[in-house]
């Protein structure tokens, strides 16, 4: 870090990842933003600095460095549990003497405290968060664990092992494997029941999975899909619901899949295919997709009883919407989830669904993703990710009929931002005055009257209207 840099981050005072501290600070001082950086987000601690005045009173003699960062150490090592990792520590000599530069980075991992507190950071304070919001923390850095505990009152009188009968054929089917072992050997394997004592004991998974009435231990436990004719909720375009609260994971996942895959068949969109000529009749989405959406959301959600709800599917006229609670495991985030490997939030629950053959192998879900939607004859965008509060939200998106005609657009009396602006549409799907403006920098007047251009041509057409109206390859 340059000293002009140092300048500017001291001028602007504190921020989300930003903390000013004396140079006489307490250990115990210095550790709160260790913590809260390590818990929060990426963030500098700068030691040296007066954080209500900014003014800097920095280091003058060796001895006031050595005392400086010997406080540092002890900060990270005996006042933060674990310790905080403090080995990048930047010495920026000032005019008003040398200023410390801590680099904390965020664990997605750890979830760390000091002095018996979870603190996290908020602007510019270091705050003890809700116990809900400790709770979903620990959820994220993957803590909770919920699948591995023993289910209360439950015994092994629970367990329908006719359900494992059925495994042991569709994990050969899937995997190509044999399982090899009795029943209990099978469950033990798959972290299904624990010994307690005497007695082998069924875990959340052995429940979720095989048990005989999973909704009896677990109310929150289904899949609740709600269906509408339009683009919003709308309880005038409803048209209907499907709630799924019986069986085992793996047949809720394939009733939800049925009854939307039942629904999509009767709305099939058509398409000319181009290597016979011929009219046929496709599915609007990928049905692979939408099975390990689903199958995706039963795997990675939270089912730890802090969180107060089940996963439900809105199924709009132009998206289906997928909610499962629990937001993504560090590092993960929607802008990354196609290229960071993904991690398990319920090991012993992914395999047990992956022998099913409803869940792709750790890290496969996405490539499945975009394999199904380049194979699809309109080639629909990937599906997208939200997270919202405590939810993950997995948003699909349908094949328009529209891109079918893409291929046989003529660019004959089109100028060279038209012909721009048809490749534009072609990747993203379309195109708004705003943008189109933005991109060849002209006026609205213009990007308006070329627009509408390529709409008396029929080459494009208009979605929404005002200030949502966008271009479409028509």
């Known amino acids: 870090m340059t000293k002009s840099e140092l300048s500017r981050l001291i001028k602007y005072g504190e921020s989300q990842t930003v903390s000013l501290k004396a140079l006489r600070s307490k250990p115990s001082t210095l550790a709160r933003p260790m913590v809260s950086f390590s818990n929060t987000n990426d963030g500098l601690l700068i030691v040296g600095v007066d954080d209500k005045t900014r003014k800097i009173h920095g280091v003058k003699t060796t001895k006031q460095r050595e005392e400086g960062l010997d406080n540092i150490h002890k900060a990270a090592k005996q006042c933060c549990q674990p310790n905080v990792d403090v080995s990048k520590i930047e010495e920026i000599e000032t005019p008003d003497g040398m200023v410390f530069v801590v680099s904390i980075t965020k664990d997605p991992d750890e979830v760390y405290v000091t002095e018996g507190a979870v603190l996290v950071r908020k602007g510019t304070m270091d705050v003890k968060p809700s116990n809900y919001d400790i709770q979903l923390l620990f959820s994220k850095r993957n803590k909770l664990k919920f699948e591995e505990e023993i289910v209360d009152s439950a015994t092994l009188e629970d367990i329908d092992f006719s359900r494992i009968v ?185 395999g047990i669904l992956t022998g099913y053959g409803y869940a792709e192998q750790i890290g496969e879900g996405m490539q499945l993703f975009k394999r199904e939607c380049n194979r699809h004859p309109l080639k629909p965008k990937y599906p997208e990710y939200r997270e919202w509060v405590d939810t993950t939200v997995t948003v699909l998106h349908p094949a328009e009929v529209g891109v079918q005609k893409e291929g046989r657009i003529s660019f004959e009396g089109l100028s060279e931002r038209q012909k721009k602006a048809i490749e534009y549409i072609k990747k993203k799907g379309s195109v708004s005055n705003k943008e189109y403006r933005n991109i060849f920098k002209i006026s609205a007047a213009t990007a308006k009257r070329e627009l509408q251009d390529l709409v008396k041509k029929k080459i494009c057409k208009t979605r929404g209207a005002g200030p949502s109206l966008k271009y479409i390859i028509g």
């Open 166 to 350: 059925k495994f042991r054929k569709e994990y050969f089917k899937n995997r190509k494997k044999r399982l090899s072992g009795d029943d209990t050997n099978i469950l033990r394997q798959f972290g299904c029941i624990r010994r307690v004592g005497k007695k082998d004991v069924p875990t959340v998974t052995g429940i979720l999975c095989f048990g005989k009435i999973p909704r009896q231990f677990f109310s929150l436990d289904y899949i609740h899909i709600f269906r509408y004719g339009a683009p919003e909720k709308d309880s005038s375009a409803k048209i209907g619901d499907n709630y799924i609260d019986s069986g085992t994971l793996s047949e809720m996942i394939s009733e939800a899949y049925e009854y939307i895959t039942d629904g999509l068949n009767k709305e099939l969109i058509p398409y000319k295919n181009p290597d016979t000529g011929r009219r046929e009749y496709i599915p609007k989405y990928p049905y692979l997709v939408i099975r390990e959406a689903i199958a995706n959301a039963v795997t990675h959600r939270e089912y730890h009883p802090f969180v107060k709800n089940g996963i439900d599917i809105l199924w709009f006229s132009d998206r289906i919407e997928i909610l499962n609670p629990g937001l993504l495991l560090d590092p993960i985030t929607p802008e990354n989830i196609y290229m960071v490997r993904n991690k398990q939030r319920n090991p012993n629950i992914a």
